[in-house]
């Protein structure tokens, strides 16, 4: 069964540090990538996707993402973290050939940012 | 409506109660999910409904939850009998037919004591 991993349950950063949180897929074939984020008592939103074409994907406040395809990974990154980007994130992929678009979730990475 | 929206925001109910919980999916969208959010356990599929095909009720865990979809339109997710592991978010959202990108709702925070 397909299952996603992200392996950082819990990051802290300082403000401006660099970030980048692992997500691994267990799937071998055609898949959907997303990134989803929750602030604190907002409803989840999504960050970025990946259907196919260039496998960078930038989204939105500066986040992107890399499909590396031989890794089964779709690791969210950005260069320099704010305060405001203190959110739980969770990885998601479907696999549009099974005929549904169910999502399958990780368990989340909670970020806090330090001031 | 402009969103996805979830009725009612918190319910606490006794155990052995059966709840339900609503769905207003967004107009148009013909896709909708329900996803069971617990500490530390992440964002758990329960069910799916894409326009008038049979519903994927593949994750829903055990024979206590229902679903159902009434007019391609509100969704009722029912909790029979609820015990206090039953406790959690249920997320629900939506997405066109064309493209998966699924909008999720607020959510009704259970209580189950």
């Given amino acids: ?115 | 409506g402009a969103g996805v929206s979830q009725s009612p925001s918190n319910k606490v109910t006794e155990k052995g109660k059966d709840v339900e919980l609503r769905c207003d999916p967004i107009s148009g969208h013909t896709a909708l999910y329900w996803y069971r959010q617990s500490l530390g356990q992440g964002l758990e599929f329960l069910i799916y409904f894409q326009g008038n095909s049979a519903p994927d009720k593949s994750g829903l865990p055990s024979d206590r939850f229902s679903a159902e979809r009434t007019g391609g339109s509100v969704s009722t997710l029912t909790i029979q009998r609820t015990q206090q592991e039953d406790s959690a978010v249920y997320l629900c959202a939506s997405s066109s037919g064309q493209g998966p990108e699924a909008f999720f709702g607020q959510g009704t925070r259970l209580t189950v004591v």
């Avoid at chain 1, 819990?10 to 602030?39: D, M």
């Avoid at chain 1, 549009?96 to 979730?105: A, E, H, N």
């Fill in chain 1, 1 to 115: 069964a397909q299952s996603v991993s992200q392996h950082n349950h819990h990051v802290i950063l300082s403000e401006a540090a660099s970030l980048e949180l692992g997500c691994n897929y267990s799937y071998g074939g055609t898949v959907n990538l997303f990134w989803y984020v929750q602030y604190p008592g907002q409803h989840l939103q999504l960050l970025l996707k990946y259907f196919s074409g260039d496998p960078l994907v930038k989204g939105i406040k500066g986040f992107e993402a890399e499909f590396i395809k031989s890794k089964f990974s779709f690791n969210l990154r950005k260069p320099s973290v704010q305060w405001s980007d203190t959110a739980e994130y969770f990885c998601a992929v479907n696999e549009p050939d099974s005929g549904t678009y169910k999502y399958i979730f990780g368990t989340g990475t909670r970020l806090k940012v330090l001031a």
